[in-house]
């Protein structure tokens, strides 16, 4: 069964305390692992999209990897306008589908 | 600028009604889809298209009617079969293709029932 989990569910972090969040795949054939950030009452945002193990993006203070299991997306330096919630979704390789994690809620701390 | 407009962005059920949400996009996507979104779970796929005239069910498509005559148009219908409809509704939008794959999503629209 495809599927994607997230952990923790929520994360409390003081203003510059670097963490990382998990991403856990099992997905058929997976062509793509996405990662956004959700801000409440509105849609989510793109981030990064990461095709094979190995491979690293970064945009500001995100970083994201992806290994063949999981992917991470590393926080350095945190600010408080970085707190939401943060998805990672897997690509299927066939049926065109996206599979979603439940979600990280980031709470930054000034 | 290019995206995806959903309409409206709170709605209101009366029990024994059926409404419509409605999802533009303008970036000339072939694939669309739409997502459910309960508070600690995940998108929920209800429906995607992949080309016009043409859809397929997702997870969660009981209660739930798409049509697909116009490829800049992906409008969802919640029936009154649909028993419990609170949520908060998201379209989105991909090319499909490519390594450079992005999924874009609307802004959302929030149903609740009256």
């Known amino acids: 069964e495809d599927q994607v989990t997230q952990s923790p569910e929520a994360l409390r972090l003081q203003e510059g305390e670097s963490s990382s969040l998990n991403c856990s795949y099992t997905?058929?054939?997976?062509?793509?692992l996405f990662w956004y950030r959700q801000d409440p009452g509105k849609g989510p945002e793109f981030l990064f999209t990461?095709?094979?193990a190995g491979e690293e993006k970064e945009k500001e203070r995100l970083k994201a990897t992806l290994t063949k299991k999981e992917s991470f997306l590393h926080i350095t330096a945190p600010k408080p306008e970085d707190s939401a919630t943060y998805l990672c979704?897997?690509?299927?390789?066939?049926?065109?589908?996206?599979?979603f994690g439940t979600g990280t809620s980031l709470t930054v701390i000034p | 600028d290019g995206g995806i407009t959903q309409s409206p962005k709170y709605l209101f059920r009366k029990e024994g009604q059926n409404v419509t949400l409605s999802c533009e996009q303008n970036?000339?996507?072939?694939?669309m889809y739409w997502y459910r979104q309960d508070p600690g779970q995940g998108l929920r796929l209800i429906y995607y298209?992949?080309?016009?005239?043409?859809?397929q069910k997702g997870d969660i498509a009981e209660g739930y009617s798409v049509s697909r005559e116009k490829k800049e148009s992906f409008p969802l219908t919640v029936t009154s079969a649909q028993k419990n409809p609170t949520a908060f509704y998201l379209c989105?939008?991909?090319?499909?293709?490519?390594?450079?794959?992005?999924?874009?999503f609307g802004s959302g629209t929030q149903l609740s029932v009256l």
């Open positions: 989105a939008s991909t090319t499909g293709t490519g390594r450079n794959e992005k999924l874009f």
């Open positions: 997905v058929s054939g997976l062509r793509g």
């Open positions: 990461l095709y094979s």
């Open positions: 979704a897997g690509r299927t390789g066939s049926g065109n589908q996206f599979y």
């Open positions: 970036l000339n996507h072939d694939a």
């Open positions: 298209s992949q080309i016009v005239n043409d859809f």
